[in-house]
């Protein structure tokens, strides 16, 4: 990551970095959307595709993007 | 109602429990968001209604429970519905007893679940005889809920003056979609203009950020702090009846029967209004804010179990924002259930009964005994390892394909369109009860004029 991300802002109550955010929000519509369009089949295959689609998109966007907390453990810090 | 059909509704019971205990932990998941399009997908797979219920009630009865632990720990809202409870839960944390939060919270909750269940049938039997004629005024019944919550509305007058509007918008879309034919004449678009509401904060949030002089004022340098306390782990199974207080015990009890009786009404307008109603009178913050969360968040449990049990037993249409929201599709989710042929319809009272308490006891074993004991290790673990990125974007995903299921592309922009103007209201003061009232109200309401 580069060294400027360290500027957030606060969307709903937490902390996001634009570009982290762009990158979940388009993966996740892209796999939703797309496991809706392409799935074979009548509902409820384009449901169920889509939701797994959601599914793999979070846990994608979960490994790729860290969280932007701080966790402070009484007064001791880890990171 | 034989034993394998017991044994898959105590199974569901446990899986929703699971999957709901982590959701509901997971900072900023909107309730019908992650609750309605997981039973549409169940039911819709086929699954048989006995354990799709079973499911439904134990995912909200953990969902209800855990949503309030990442307030408690971090004064961040597990959910739309715990928002309420923050500026409480933060006098706890301030003098640090964050540890007491939860078990407050989550005592409540047990109260709201064991109150509104044998309450929310007695209402049902009571209201049955006259559901034909409840169901006919519905939506005036639904416009007086808006009249109400805007009076309770930080911006009174803006929340007036916006029923009419709003409501233009929603059935000027809905009639657009009729007219140029992407939607058959009679289906009302409805799932995803509640969820073009619930998101429209972030949506509008959004859209200010594209403006670079906007964001060089709000640009914040730094990861957000999270001070944690590690609690003292309480030994044996915990008993709600001993981590509250008697007089909370009794204001919750009070706020979940209260709740349970104003099933028609939005559960967060009611809980925002009888929590802090019921608490006004208490002078000392600590104590006003323990009394204030265990009432809360036995007041939202019972609201949802009340608003989802008392219409599903009594009338069979959706006719509470609990049933119209998270629940809808109990009751309507073609082709396998319609508003003639539902779970109302296909299951008993005494069915509807034995499903809910399967569900409803599996999910009070199971999560408040893991909310109690490990709520620290799981807090931990959704914070450190699960980014809010990815959470925006999950719900940003759905909504795009819960719009596009509703009404092809054109919706997607229309939900857009809904939660932009839902965004600025609620910047400006407007309670979301009164936003989702006049969602339900708006056919009625267009209808007079």
């Known amino acids: ?79 | 109602m034989d034993l394998t059909i017991i044994l898959l509704m105590v199974l569901a019971s446990i899986g929703g429990s699971v999957l709901y205990t982590i959701i509901g932990i997971a900072p900023g998941t909107d309730e019908t968001a992650v609750l309605a399009p997981i039973t549409l997908a169940l039911i819709l797979l086929n699954v048989s209604p006995y354990v799709v219920l079973a499911f439904f009630i134990s995912a909200i009865v953990a969902k209800k429970l855990t949503d309030s632990i990442p307030v408690a720990i971090a004064g961040i809202p597990g959910g739309v519905m715990a928002a309420p409870m923050v500026e409480h839960a933060m006098v706890l944390k301030e003098h640090g007893m964050p540890d007491v939060s939860i078990r407050k919270m989550a005592s409540g909750s047990v109260i709201g679940t064991i109150v509104s269940i044998p309450l929310s049938l007695l209402v049902a039997s009571l209201i049955m005889p006259y559901a034909s004629s409840i169901s006919k005024h519905a939506g005036l019944i639904f416009f007086l809920g808006a009249v109400f919550l805007a009076f309770l509305s930080a911006n009174k007058l803006l929340s007036l003056l916006m029923i009419v509007p709003f409501a233009l918008l929603i059935q000027g879309l809905r009639h657009l979609y009729w007219d140029i034919g992407i939607v058959p004449e009679g289906t009302t678009v409805f799932v995803s203009f509640f969820l073009g509401i619930t998101i429209g904060p972030i949506v509008y949030k959004l859209f200010e950020l594209m403006n670079k002089d906007y964001r060089e004022r709000e640009k914040i340098i730094g990861e957000k702090e999270i001070s944690f306390k590690n609690q003292k782990s309480i030994k044996g199974f915990p008993n709600p009846f001993t981590i509250l207080t008697k007089k909370e015990v009794a204001t919750s009890a009070l706020g979940s029967s209260l709740g349970t009786l104003t099933f028609f009404l939005t559960p967060v307008g009611m809980t925002i209004f009888l929590g802090e109603f019921l608490t006004r009178h208490i002078k000392d913050p600590v104590q006003r804010a323990s009394r204030a969360i265990s009432t809360m968040d036995g007041l939202t449990n019972a609201s949802y179990i009340s608003g989802t049990l008392i219409p599903l037993i009594a009338i069979g249409l959706p006719l509470s924002p609990m049933a119209i929201g998270p629940a809808s599709a109990l009751f309507n989710a073609p082709p396998v259930f319609t508003p003639e042929h539902n779970i109302h319809h296909i299951m008993s009272m005494g069915e509807i009964v034995v499903a809910t308490l399967i569900g409803a006891t599996v999910a009070l074993i199971l999560t408040f005994y893991v909310t109690i004991k490990f709520s620290n290790e799981i807090c931990a673990f959704v914070f450190k390892w699960v980014p809010h990125e990815a959470l925006i974007g999950l719900f940003a995903g759905l909504v795009v394909m819960l719009a596009f299921m509703d009404a092809g592309w054109a919706n997607i922009f229309g939900v857009m369109l809904v939660a932009l103007v839902a965004g600025f209201l609620h910047r400006h003061g407007v309670n979301y009860g009164v936003m989702f009232m006049i969602l339900y109200a708006a056919p009625w309401l267009i209808g007079l004029i």
């Open chain 1, 1 to 79: 990551m580069e060294k400027r991300n360290n500027t957030f802002y606060d969307i709903w109550g937490d902390n996001v970095n634009l570009r982290d955010l762009l990158i979940s929000i388009v993966l996740s519509i892209a796999l939703t959307l797309g496991g809706y369009l392409l799935a074979p089949g009548e509902q409820p295959w384009p449901l169920v595709l889509g939701l797994s689609g959601g599914l793999l998109a979070f846990i994608i966007s979960s490994i790729i993007i860290k969280p932007k907390r701080k966790i402070i453990t009484d007064t001791e810090e880890i990171e």
